[in-house]
């Protein structure tokens, strides 16, 4: 592993760190991790039976009931306490978890006693970074445990148990390794460059490429579902002025949030508000009515609504049906397709205000043609139907088996060594030296080794595990 570590030091540092949240519970934990875990435990470790010293001997997995004593050997708190002898724990060191109660003053003095014995509070993510440095986790499986603490919705749980369990650090660890054949033959063949052999054929050493780059470009096309599946799906409500969009929105949120009004134009900016559906987060986005705008003001609602009909994954386009025949419906979005573009995009034709429109066979066949939804927002008829329908289009069922890229950093990295590749197989179309080739494949392993930590600096590592808490 390539490393730039500036406190490989701090390694030999015994830490300790609250592993639950501050604040009154009826449990808490405490962790301790490193050299000296097993015998600062010993030292204020008393059994239900007044015994000390007991800790140093206890077996690896095993968890004693007992007391935690200050210095001047007075009870703080009954407790449960685990040992977890290296290498068989989270960190790879010696691990100690102390289970007490849930008070923010017994913590505090066991924690007191804990580093008067010798060891430091831990900072933020240090626990799982010493996994990583001891090679028990790669490092998208330690990214994978911080998205599992923040995980809100089912399937923002489910892809970050996806990435903990290793399959998608699998996957990149093939794809790098196919590099590495790569390069291998690429770099006989400059070992052997003066007697002119040739230990793989171009033609395979291009589908080898082809192969590869195949996979990347999957995994680089799935990070657009995979962010929105864990950061939630982006929903623009769009439509003319006083079409019902506002209603709409309070209808989905069950709360009046945006305000509602017969007067046209009342919404001048977007509102977004996020929901729940089946184990999904979408985050919803009341817009601006589409029309030529009156003044400056309305203008730049106008304008931030046609971003978010942009970055919108689903488009809830909503009609009022007093008002808006259906021959009219695809011209508006065939202009607004010319406007910003709708490619990609899943739209649901939303009719409102069936409360105040006669039934008319002819029109009602028109409109079920288009496979739009009828609705009365105002009166709440339809929208179990509408959420049922954004449900299905989301394609979470399809998408749950897929392996998704869920990381900015990742893709990142991904489309750097995408670009690599793609450089590599076209100098090998060009029939450029071999030295050259090998070197764009050297440097699209060092961009897929980022991901899993192969390759990495210290500035990487402290801004990745910055992010976590405390105890973890």
Known sequence: METELKNESKLQDTICAPATARGIAALGMIRISGPNAISIINEIFVTTKGLKCVMKDTASGVTRHGFIVNARNETIDEVMCTIFRAPNSFTGEDTVEISHHGSIFIQQQIMVSIVNLGARIAIN????QRAFLNGKIALSQAEAI?????ARTAMSHHLAMKQLHGGYTEKIKEIREEFVKLLSLLELELDFSEEDVEFASRDNLNQLMQHSIDELEKLVKSFEAGSAFKNGIPVAIIGKPNSGKSTIMN????????????ISGTTRDTVEESVQIEG????FIDT???RSAKDSIERKGIERSYKAIERAHIILYVCDLTNTPYEEVQAELLLLDSQVSLSGKKIIIIGNKTDLVRSNKVQKEAWDAMNSLQISAINNIGIDELLARIAKISDKDEKQDELLV???RHNDAMMRTLAALLVAKESLAEGQPIDIIASDIREAIHYIGEITGEVTTDEVLNNIFSRFCIGK
């Open 125 to 128: 993510g240090e626990f799982s």
């Open 146 to 150: 911080a998205d599992l603490i923040s």
């Open 251 to 262: 209808a989905i949120l069950n709360e009046e949030r945006s305000i509602v009004s017969p």
């Open 280 to 283: 999904i987060e979408y985050r």
């Open 288 to 290: 601006a009515g589409l």
């Open 406 to 408: 869920t990381n900015a």
